[in-house]
């Protein structure tokens, strides 16, 4: 990295930071970055090609770091594991997985920041357990300060099930709302772990995962068609 801040003819300070090809390690993957640019003024930055990959995974970055809601900074994703993304911003209160694709818009960053990006989801897990291919929406607002979470989930069989809610580490506060249609239930197991374990198989239903940032409680109604084993206390 080489960068060099300065003052503009009108006194204004602006940068110039050239980022050279590297590679870092997160979470036991090589990621390689790219050579790119960030230069502008304080307030007005632009990002120019800013990548990185690890094997098959694909980070893309570029576009305007400022305080006004129509710069946007846009992130490109192609086959990104959707764990390292959860861990980067250290949510580890339910493991989401899978593989993401798609592109998510950042903006306002110096004054209001939103975020918002449509996803799809290989493989779109919750707590180990694989729903099927997501369709998510995922947004940040400055004013809730909370992560919007609006999914369309396609199991193998093509049933759709959604989940959508809200979590808030600024409110203490998650809910999430499943509405199930023959959806893998093993999502449900470590809520239930006390007194059910071993669970195969789907159910329909509603369920709402819903609680304090780090006590998540589970209830609703749910049809089960699944093996499972009761432990006994």
């Known amino acids: 990295l080489d960068a060099a801040i300065g003052r503009t003819p009108e006194r204004e300070l602006e940068l110039t930071a050239k980022i050279y090809n590297d590679s870092v390690i997160h979470r036991n993957q090589v990621w390689h970055i790219n050579e790119g640019t960030v230069s502008g003024k304080i307030?007005?930055?632009?990002?120019?090609n800013i990548g990185l990959t690890s094997d098959m995974q694909d980070l893309r970055i570029e576009g305007v770091i400022g305080k006004e809601q129509g710069d946007s900074l846009n992130a490109y994703l192609n086959n990104v594991d959707v764990a390292t993304v959860f861990d980067l911003i250290k949510f580890r209160i339910l493991d989401f997985g899978g593989r993401a694709t798609g592109t998510a818009h950042l903006t306002g960053l110096l004054s209001a920041p939103n975020a918002g990006g449509n996803i799809s989801v290989d493989d779109f897990s919750i707590d180990g357990a694989v729903l099927g291919t997501g369709n998510v929406y995922v947004g940040w607002g400055d004013d809730t300060k909370s992560i919007v979470i609006d999914a369309d989930i396609y199991n193998r069989e093509n049933k759709l099930s959604t989940v959508n809610g809200f979590l808030s580490q600024a409110k203490d506060t998650i809910t999430l709302k499943i509405n199930a249609n023959d959806l893998n239930v093993a999502f449900m197991e470590k809520k239930l772990g006390a007194f059910l374990s071993g669970m195969d198989g789907c159910g329909s239903?509603?369920?709402?995962?819903?609680?304090?940032?780090?006590?998540?409680?589970?209830?609703?109604?749910?049809a089960l068609y699944c093996s499972t084993k009761v432990n006994a206390n």
Not at 43 to 48: A, N
Request: glycine letters at 12%; charged letters at 35%; aromatic letters at 8%.
């Open 43 to 48: 307030d007005r930055l632009f990002v120019e």
């Open 205 to 222: 239903g509603k369920v709402h995962l819903h609680g304090k940032w780090r006590s998540v409680d589970l209830d609703g109604a749910i």
